[in-house]
């Protein structure tokens, strides 16, 4: 099948969940011939309302059915956005019928559902948390924390599972929300990428409360990186720096600073109203209605900074940690190694994914990562192909501010060719990936390797790679119009 074809074809976001899905089933086996079936590639499956008049039906889970009306609950999932969720109801004379699921598959609904209602409460609590506040979680949510040895003489908190130990001296709320996103990023990646050890070695991951104890940790340690977070095979630790907590306390400053700026304004409109009998001129009334205004426009701002960093904090987590998973559940003591590129590219993918109820959603495309990679061959400053596939694990290390340029370069190109290769090319889902990782483990030049997974020489194979990367959209698609 060629890429038009491919492009004609555009698949629905289930079928680019499986096809994900696939590739990391492909991964976790490897070692064998065959491929091992993937988990939870099921699409999601629903309470079908047909309509009168030929209108289109409503997937949903129906609630109650009287004799005049029907009570369900409608449900949207839509490529790397959230799912929306809300009641609605429908006149029984619009209803033409109502095929209803089968009990196993309703009971699946109805948990699927009950998950996402409770990671919703994470949410609103969290959302709390980026407007300054403190994270106040709903009741039976909060993860049970233990005291843990941190440092020379200091104290931290601990939270233990099976998969990962997360070890940290910040603040006891945001260890718990972190604790809440880890236990859905290793419930996912269990989920979609099975554990191939008898006894999955359990990696620690340590959260600092401030950048400063990073970098002194990291100096400890004799390394001399300047990323803010990495994965230490050594030691099986995922070792991670966070601003959040001084950020915090900030925003809690200038807030109580805002609530009695914001009282005193009010208070001053207030007298004015009441001076003026209501007819308070607008020269009066402006100036106050400005600071408000402003001090509203800062407060947004804040949180977009904190909303920001708690965001890339936890796309570090997810990054390092699926290297984490990679190595000591799946490919603990074994021959095979995933090279870097491909490594550093799928977990640039799953950084970024949604995760809901234990699943990974993904097939979207970073928009970040799309418009500088279509601005770097614009320039003509893509990295080229070759020099990917042939890249060490060195070359996607920051150790000085000049390698900066560099690793971006690799880093921006590995997710680009993983992006393809897994959701448009879909040849990472199929045996030649396991012939593929065989040859590199032979010593085969990775260039040839590369030729005998695509089944496309490498300048004709980096010719369409650019036209596709070129016509990328958001939502991974990328109408390529092929001569």
């Not at 590739?23 to 999601?44: D, G, I, K, M, R």
């Not at 920001?308 to 904090?313: A, F, P, Q, W």
């Not at 690793?407 to 393809?420: I, M, N, Q, T, V």
Request: charged share 25%.
């Amino acid at each position: 099948m060629n890429r038009q074809q491919t492009a004609d074809r555009r698949q629905p976001e289930r079928w680019r969940t499986f096809v994900a899905l696939c590739l990391l089933a492909v991964l976790s086996a490897v070692s064998s011939a065959q491929t091992v079936p993937p988990l939870f590639t099921e699409e999601w499956k629903f309470d079908i309302i047909h309509r009168t008049q030929g209108r289109e039906p409503i997937p949903c889970l129906v609630i109650e059915q009287s004799a005049t009306t029907l009570h369900f609950k409608r449900v949207y999932r839509q490529t790397g956005k959230p799912t929306v969720i809300f009641l609605d109801h429908i006149p029984r004379s619009d209803v033409a019928r109502v095929e209803m699921l089968g009990p196993k598959e309703r009971e699946q609904l109805i948990t699927r559902l009950s998950t996402l209602k409770r990671e919703r409460g994470v949410l609103a609590a969290q959302l709390q948390l980026w407007k300054g506040g403190r994270l106040d979680l709903p009741a039976g949510e909060a993860p049970a924390l233990k005291p843990v040895p941190w440092g020379k003489d200091g104290k931290g908190l601990g939270y233990t599972s099976t998969y990962f130990s997360l070890h940290s001296d910040a603040r006891e709320d945001l260890v718990q929300l972190t604790a809440i996103h880890l236990e859905q990023v290793f419930t996912a990646y269990v989920r979609c990428l099975p554990p191939r050890v008898k006894e999955p070695r359990p990696t620690t991951i340590l959260m600092t409360r401030s950048l400063a104890e990073y970098n002194a940790l990291v100096k400890e340690r004799g390394y001399n990186l300047l990323n803010p977070a990495f994965y230490d095979p050594a030691r099986n630790q995922v070792v991670c720096g966070s601003d959040l907590e001084r950020l915090s306390q900030e925003l809690e400053r200038v807030k109580e600073h805002h609530e009695k700026m914001r009282a005193d304004l009010q208070m001053r409109r207030a007298d004015l109203i009441r001076i003026y009998n209501r007819q308070v001129p607008l020269e009066l009334l402006r100036p106050i209605d400005e600071a408000l205004r402003k001090i509203q426009q800062v407060e947004d701002k804040n949180k977009e900074v904190f909303k920001t960093s708690h965001s890339r904090l936890l796309q570090r987590l997810f990054h390092e940690s699926f290297h984490a998973y990679l190595a000591s559940s799946v490919f603990a003591n074994r021959k095979l190694v995933v090279p870097p590129w491909l490594n550093e590219g799928l977990a640039q993918i799953f950084e970024t994914a949604l995760f809901e109820g234990g699943e990974l959603r993904v097939g979207h495309a970073d928009p970040e990562r799309r418009r500088r990679v279509q601005a770097a061959l614009k320039k003509n400053e893509f990295l080229s192909l070759a020099t990917l596939l042939k890249a060490s694990p060195r070359q996607f290390q920051v150790a000085h501010v000049q390698d900066r340029q560099a690793s971006d370069r690799h880093y921006l190109a590995s997710w680009a060719l993983a992006f393809d290769l897994t959701f448009e090319r879909q040849v990472l889902g199929t045996p030649a990936l396991v012939k593929y990782l065989e040859a590199l483990q032979r010593g085969v030049d990775p260039l040839e390797a590369f030729r005998e997974l695509t089944g496309q020489g490498l300048s004709d194979f980096e010719k369409d790679f650019h036209r596709y990367l070129n016509k990328l959209q958001d939502d991974g698609t990328s109408p390529m119009a092929m001569k």
